[in-house]
């Protein structure tokens, strides 16, 4: 549409709706961060004020009184790192060979693993914690992490781009002696890194941010609890308005790492959505 | 190479699939071993249609994720367009800026998101009714009347994903030829006509992929739910995945859960089948 002008006025009136529209877009968060820094007062007051009179971070003190956040970050970091590591070693093997190699059923074994992407967790999600116990893991972070280490999305990713890393430079690889392991990582991934940038932080947002599968598994082992399972202790611990304060302060915690993340490194995030394949 | 990622998607996915599959024919509690299963035909299946509690209690959630799916995908889609349109446009600045707010919120822990609309929505303490006020209406019951309380977790599930299929028609947009919108012009086409013979059309793949995902993606709405209705009040925001989850794990019923879980995959095909069906007729015509 950018043949076609329009008025000054649907200029005005456009730009007006794009603030609008990023305002109400923003609230919520604005509002979470608010609040965290209300007095317990400030957060029960009727109607509710918006700016804290006295910004102040005893509600994050009261956090780490309540739960073990320094523990729970850190559990969410060892879930959501290990994951990530996990999808990008088993993705990149996985998206070589489905670009690269030719072996009967191929496209069907490449279906089968791409419709996985399609199901829903709640599907397999009884069996698999019957699985996961009988394998010992129950209420462990190796239990919350090992059935997550092979992603289809993840195969899907590598395959598109390494189809376009050129045979060429693999061949020259093999004629120097190179083992098929070697070439993967060490002259396909270098190629591909921002592919390879963009399935990271997808994986460590999505792992960061997971619930279902890590609330089942961990069965109330709350030492093991990331950040997200956290909070629901936050808000049970004393529930209605007098805990805003307190949920709002954890909940500001847990969105912080994925939305720093975003805020520097969205370009990878939009272009890889952009040029993965979902095209008009 | 394939061997990584073959076996941890096959122990992990498709043999709980298939489990599960098994499962819903059998008697069985999930805190025994799968050996213990006892056969029991179809029985967990009639249960989910007879007229007992066990069967009521599912159909109310089916539908009530139904509803919730499908108000989701209707708001979502078109408005996801809208904002396309807004983020993509060159003609005032604000656009870029609108896409990574938008983003952003996807990018938050749903957890985080129930969180801060339970307080949103609260209908003392919360702003949403004081500013419901400023603009001459009266106070809504929110999360707390069984009448508003799914419709109000549509509005959270719209805020949080929002930006990720606005994104989505952004792509889709680039996509297509500048040339088009000129021979359109040059026709005599207006703003409305070219979006509507241009356009829309060039984003029918587009918005096809949007509605398949969006379709899958709520379905499986969960921590609202566990969190901070617990399914009420009055089962009115009781949802498959709560339910399944409640029923096969909790109460370790793990053949019905299973059976619930079959039903609510085969309903999903269902739905996206219905959704390429419904491509194909407005493509044809």
Do not use: C
């Amino acid at each position: 549409m950018s043949a076609q002008r329009v008025s000054g006025i649907g200029r005005s009136a456009m730009v007006l709706l794009i603030i609008v529209l990023a305002v109400v877009a923003a609230f919520p968060l604005v509002w979470m961060v608010l609040s965290s820094l209300k007095t317990p007062q400030e957060s029960m007051q009727v109607p509710p004020v918006w700016l804290p009179a006295d910004p102040n971070l005893d509600a994050y003190g009261e956090v780490y009184g309540v739960i073990d956040a320094g523990r729970s970050m850190l559990n969410s970091a060892i879930i959501a790192v290990s994951a990530t590591l996990g999808i990008l070693v088993t993705s990149l093997m996985a998206g070589y060979a489905f670009a690269k190699y030719r072996f009967p059923f191929r496209n069907l074994v490449f279906a089968l693993l791409i419709s996985t992407m399609f199901l829903p967790p709640i599907v397999t999600l009884i069996p698999l914690y019957r699985m996961v116990s009988e394998m010992g893991l129950a209420g462990t972070l190796l239990g919350v992490v090992l059935p997550q280490l092979g992603n289809a999305f993840g195969i899907f990713l590598m395959r598109q781009f390494i189809a376009g890393v050129p045979d060429d430079l693999i061949d020259a690889a093999r004629v120097d002696g190179a083992s098929e392991l070697r070439i993967v990582f060490t002259v396909v991934a270098p190629v591909i890194v921002p592919a390879i940038a963009a399935l990271a932080l997808f994986a460590f947002t999505f792992h960061w941010n997971t619930y279902l599968w890590p609330l089942t598994v961990l069965q109330g082992n709350t030492d093991n609890y990331p950040i997200v399972l956290s909070l629901g202790r936050l808000l049970s611990y004393n529930r209605g308005a007098m805990n805003t304060g307190l949920v709002m302060a954890g909940a500001t915690l847990a969105v912080l790492p994925p939305l720093v993340l975003f805020v520097f490194l969205q370009k990878f995030f939009v272009d890889s959505m952009v040029g993965s394949g979902v095209k008009g | 190479m394939l061997g990584p990622a073959v076996l941890l998607i096959g122990i992990f996915i498709l043999v709980p699939m298939v489990l599960t599959v098994w499962l819903s024919f059998h008697d069985w509690s999930s805190q025994t071993g799968f050996n213990a299963a006892r056969f029991v035909g179809l029985r967990n299946y009639e249960d989910l249609f007879a007229p007992i509690s066990v069967g009521r209690d599912f159909r109310r959630a089916f539908v009530n994720t139904a509803i919730y799916t499908g108000l989701s995908v209707i708001i979502m889609i078109p408005l996801s367009v809208l904002l396309g349109l807004l983020v993509h446009q060159r003609e005032v600045r604000g656009g870029q800026f609108l896409r990574t707010v938008l983003f952003a919120t996807y990018m938050v822990p749903m957890i985080a998101v129930a969180l801060v609309w339970s307080k949103l929505y609260s209908p003392t303490e919360g702003p949403l009714n004081q500013i419901l006020g400023w603009l001459g209406l009266g106070p809504q019951p929110w999360l707390s009347s069984p009448d508003t309380a799914l419709y109000s977790l549509v509005v959270l599930n719209i805020w949080q994903q929002i930006g990720y299929f606005t994104v989505l028609t952004v792509a889709g947009l680039t996509q297509i030829p500048a040339s088009l919108y000129e021979a359109a012009r040059i026709d005599g086409a207006n703003r409305i006509q070219s979006f509507f013979g241009v356009t829309l059309p060039l984003l029918r793949r587009t918005l096809l992929f949007s509605s398949v995902v969006a379709v899958i993606n709520a379905v499986q709405v969960f921590e609202p739910v566990v969190l901070i209705t617990q399914g009420g009040p009055a089962g009115s925001t009781n949802v498959l995945t709560y339910h399944i989850r409640r029923v096969g794990i909790e109460r370790a019923q793990g053949g019905m859960g299973s059976a619930m879980a079959v039903a609510m995959m085969l309903a999903l095909i269902v739905a996206v089948v219905a959704i390429f069906a419904f491509n194909r007729r407005g493509e044809e015509q």
